[in-house]
């Protein structure tokens, strides 16, 4: 490890760490493609009506987080909520490859750096900007990191047979939502930001590292470079969540 005056930037590349996933969870027989959805309506809506099984639960202090299982047209499909943020989001996603899944896909909404582009409009990320801290304890420091082009190219080919419109571009990760500044919204747009959101660098960099696939489709909610927040009502778009997570499930056996 090469030490540096900022801890964050001290990158150990051990494989093995003192606690690992596989210590608390075990290897089970779940199903190698997950989706990884931010939506907790949709995920009840998946217990209820397409007869989701729980296979699995992680723990934290905040609970309990189920894997489910369903069946996808003939096809085991597993999926899970990650919470909010990197630090759980990540945590969660290693005990779910410690559990045996390989192939990722998430859905879920972010914060747009540019108005016009519409509530609900779908954008595929490609390059995470690393504005949070997670990703710095799996990859070497680097102000970017990049999205599996495979999982990408995986994404492309949904969207285009389904005849859905999207933007391919950088996305910014960034721990604090009460710090999306002025000064940084104008910066990271002007660098080719129009997301904004809180998982996705670290997710790129927990799939590298474990060597899983990973891809993710966003949806453009609350609008963040204006003078003021404009919320417009992002998270009540119950089609385009619940037709995100198929959209999702059908990326994630492009792979």
């Given amino acids: 490890m090469e030490k540096s005056k900022y801890p964050i930037?001290?990158?150990?590349?051990?494989?093995?760490?003192?606690?690992?996933?596989?210590?608390?969870?075990?290897k089970q027989d779940v199903p190698e493609r997950c989706v990884i959805c931010f939506f907790p309506e949709v995920i009840q809506d998946l217990v209820e009506n397409h007869n989701a099984q729980v296979v699995a639960h992680s723990i934290s202090e905040i609970g309990t987080?189920?894997?489910?299982?369903?069946?996808?047209?003939?096809?085991?499909?597993?999926?899970?909520?990650?919470?909010v943020g990197a630090p759980l989001a990540a945590a969660l996603m290693e005990e779910v490859i410690a559990r045996g899944?390989?192939?990722f896909m998430a859905c879920g909404g972010c914060g747009v750096l540019d108005k016009d582009v519409a509530?609900?409009?779908?954008?595929?990320?490609?390059i995470a900007l690393r504005g949070e801290g997670t990703s710095y304890h799996y990859q070497p420091p680097s102000r970017e990191i990049e999205m599996d082009p495979k999982a990408v190219t995986a994404i492309e080919t949904v969207l285009d047979r389904h005849g859905l419109e999207y933007i391919r571009t950088k996305t910014w990760t960034n721990d604090a939502i009460y710090r999306e500044t002025h000064e940084k919204v104008a910066a990271y747009r002007a660098e080719g930001c129009l997301a904004v959101e809180m998982e996705t660098a670290a997710f790129i960099a927990v799939a590298r590292f474990r060597s899983v696939t990973f891809?993710?489709?966003?949806?453009?909610?609350d609008a963040v470079d204006a003078e003021s927040w404009d919320g417009r009502d992002w998270n009540s778009r119950a089609d385009v969540r619940r037709n995100l997570f198929w959209l999702a499930a059908e990326a994630a056996f492009e792979l």
């Fill in 9 to 26: 930037l001290e990158f150990d590349s051990a494989r093995k760490a003192i606690l690992e996933a596989d210590i608390l969870v075990e």
């Fill in 65 to 83: 987080h189920p894997l489910y299982e369903i069946d996808y047209e003939g096809k085991r499909l597993a999926f899970f909520h990650p919470g």
């Fill in 101 to 103: 899944c390989t192939k």
């Fill in 119 to 126: 509530v609900g409009h779908l954008l595929v990320p490609e």
């Fill in 215 to 221: 891809g993710q489709i966003l949806y453009g909610g």
